[in-house]
C-alpha cells in the first residue's frame, strides 16, 4: 500500500495537465474575479452612487426622500434635461431621475449603481402606495406608519437573523471553492484512466497483478484526495489574501476543504468507472459535471442557487457544488453549526456512495473488448 | 509434464465477428509456447482470455488448474504479462516503474530490491535506470516493458508480441532473454506473426488463424505435415518452355515457378532432388549462376494450410 501511494503520488503530481486544471485554474479564475469586481467584494467599501436628478416639479415628496440619504447611499446634483444626458453619457453619473408628477428613471444598463437607484425608486412608490392606502382606509394609523418608515433603511445586503451580512460578489468566491472542489473529478478520472484494462495498457497490466482492487482504488483516491486537499489550501490561502471575507474559524474552512477534495476526487472515479467511453471523452464529461454543477451553485450568475432552491430544491440538497458553497455561507451568516453539519455530512455521504459503486464496478470487472 | 493452461472449446465473438472459433490448447510446464498467426487471427484475444480480461461466449479455461477470475489473487501472483503495448507509468523512471510493478507482487522490501535490480540487468537497462520512458528509444521502452512484466519471476509468463517496432539488435537480446527465463524454470507463452522469432526460441508452436488452431506441434511436425522437403532456387535465364516441362517431369518435383531470371523449384522430401537438378542443368547445357536449397519455414506451412501468406 504505502508504495503504491508513493509512486501514484509521484506519478501524479508530475503530471503537468491534472497539476493545472486542479491546482493553477482556480488561481488563475480567483485573481480574475478579483480583477472583475474587487472594489465590491466587502460592504464596509460601499461608494454612494453619483445620481442626477432632473426637476421638473418641486413639490414632489421624492426630492425629500433624495435629500434624507444624499451623502449615504447616493450623490445627487441637479440638472436640466439635457445636461443630464450629457453627464450620463460622459460618466460622470450613474443614471438620474426626472421628478415630475410621475417619477422616472434613466440608468445606461443593469448593475450594482442601477440596482440601488432603482431599489430607491421602487422603495419610494411602494411607501406612497402604502401611505394612500392607509390614509383612505385607516387614517388613525397613519402616525405610526410613517414612524415605520422612518426607521427602514435601504440597503443593498442580505441580512440574516443573526444579523451578518454577506456580499453577493463573495458568493461568486464561494462558488469558486466549490467548483475548485469539483475539479478535483478529473485527478479522480485521471486515476480510473490508469485502472481500467479498456482504458490504457496501464490499466490491463494492473488489472492482472494480484493486488485487491479496494487497495488500488484507496491507495490512489488518498494519494489524489492528499494532492487536492493541498491545492485547495493554497487556493484558500490566496482568497483569503485577496481579501474575500470567508467566515468561520480556519478549522471549519479545513474541514470543508477536505470534505469537497474527498467529494471531488470521488465524483471523478464515479465517472471513469460508469461511463465506458474513451479517457479523452471522460475528461470531457467530467469538465462538463463540474461546470454544470458549479453554474447550479451560483458559478456564473450569483442569484442561480436561489432560482434552484424555489424550483428544484432537492438539487442544492444534493448538488456538492451548491453544498460546498453553502458551508461557506453558512459559516458567514449563521451562529449554529447546524446547517454547516448537515452540508458536510450529505458531502461525505455522497463520497461513500460514489467509492463503494466505484468499487462494485471496478471489483470483478472484464471486458467485452478492449 | 502437468498443464499450466488449458483452454477447452473457446468462443469469442465480437458482434458478428467471431475471433476465437472452439480453441482447444494445452500448455505444459516448462515449454515456450508459440501461438503464431497473422494480424487478427485472435493471438491477442487468446491471452487476454486467459488473463479474465475478457469475456468469452463459450468454453472454460484453467489456469494452474483452476478457472482464472479477476479476483484470483493468489494465482495471478504467479503470472507475468508482457503487453503488445508498453504498458508503464510515463512520469516514473526505469527504475520506479520496475519497483512499482515489482511491488504489487513482492511485499519484502529487501527482496523486492534484489528482484528489481535483476530485472535491471535482465533487459540491460542500468545505465538508464533513472530516465523517463519518454526518453528511451523504442527498443529500450520494450525492454523496461518485458522487465516490468517479469521482475518478480513468475512461473508462467505471457508474452504477447513483445518484439513488435524493435530494431533486430533489441529482438535478439529480448529472444535470448526469453530462452534465459525459460531456463530459469518459467513456462512462457509466446505470441508472434514474426515466423523466424516462433521458429527460434518455441518449443511448440500453435498456428492459428481466423481464431482456429489449424496446426499445433513442434517445429519439426509441423513442417512434417506439408509436401515440401526442399525449395531449390536457381539463377538462370532463356529457359524455354519445354525445358520448364521437362523440369516439372523430373522425380519429386511438384512446383516449378520461372520468372525469366529465377527459377524456383519445390520438391518433396528427398535425398537426390539437388543433384538431379544439376543432372539436367549440365546435359542440357543450360547456363545457370547461383544454386541454393532451403528447407521449408513456418510459412511454407501456413501457405500450404491456408494457401495465404503469414502476414498477409
Known sequence: MKLSLKYSFLNTIREFSVTFWCGVFPLILATLFYLSFGAYLNNDEFEPVNTGVVIESSDSEFLEVLESIDGEYINTKEYNLDDAKDALGKGDINGYYIVSEDISLKVPSEGVSASILSGILSSYEKNITLIKDILANNPENLDEALAAMEGSEIGVNDVSLSGKVISVNNQFFYALIAMACLYGNFLGTFAINNIQADLSPLGMRRSVTPTHKMQVILSEFITNVSIHFFNLIVLIIYIKLLGVVLGGNIGLILIVCLAGAVNGVALGMLIGVSCKKSANFKTGISLAVSMSLSFLAGLMFAGMKGVVQVKAPIVNLINPAALISDTFYSMTVFDSMERFTMDIAILLAETVVMLLISFIIVRRERYDSI | MTNIIEINNLVKRYKNIVALDHLNLEIKEGEIFGLLGPNGSGKTTSINCIL???????????????????????????????????????????????????????????????????????????????????????????????????????????????????????????????????????????????????????????????????????????????????????????????????????ENIFDVNYDGEILKIASTRAAQNLVNMLNYLQKNDIQFGKVYTELPTLNDVFLELTGKELRD
Open chain 2, 52 to 250: 479474465s480480461l475478457l469475456n468469452y461466449d463459450k468454453g472454460e479455461i484453467l489456469v494452474f488448474g483452476k478457472p482464472l477470475n479477476p479476483d484470483s489473487y493468489e494465482s495471478k501472483r504467479n503470472i507475468g504479462v508482457v503487453f503488445q503495448n508498453v504498458a508503464v507509468f510515463d512520469k516514473l523512471s526505469v527504475y520506479e516503474n520496475i519497483d512499482y510493478f515489482c511491488g504489487l507482487y513482492i511485499k519484502d522490501k529487501k527482496e523486492r530490491k534484489i528482484l528489481v535490480n535483476e530485472a535491471i540487468d535482465f533487459v540491460e537497462l542500468n545505465e538508464y535506470r533513472k530516465m523517463k520512458p519518454k526518453q528511451l528509444s523504442g527498443g529500450l521502452l520494450r525492454r523496461l516493458n518485458i522487465a516490468c512484466g517479469i521482475a518478480h519471476k513468475p512461473k508462467l509468463i505471457l508474452m504477447d508480441e513483445p518484439t513488435v517496432a524493435v530494431d533486430p539488435q533489441s529482438r535478439n537480446q529480448i529472444l535470448e532473454g526469453i530462452k534465459k527465463l525459460n531456463k530459469n524454470g518459467s513456462t512462457i507463452i509466446y505470441t508472434s506473426h514474426y515466423m523466424e522469432e516462433v521458429e527460434q526460441i518455441c518449443t511448440r508452436i500453435a498456428i492459428i488463424d481466423h481464431g482456429r488452431c489449424i496446426a499445433l506441434g513442434s517445429k519439426e511436425k509441423l513442417k512434417g505435415m506439408i509436401n515440401i522437403g526442399e525449395k531449390i532456387t536457381v539463377e538462370t535465364i532463356a529457359l524455354s518452355d519445354e525445358q520448364l516441362k521437362q523440369i516439372k517431369e523430373l
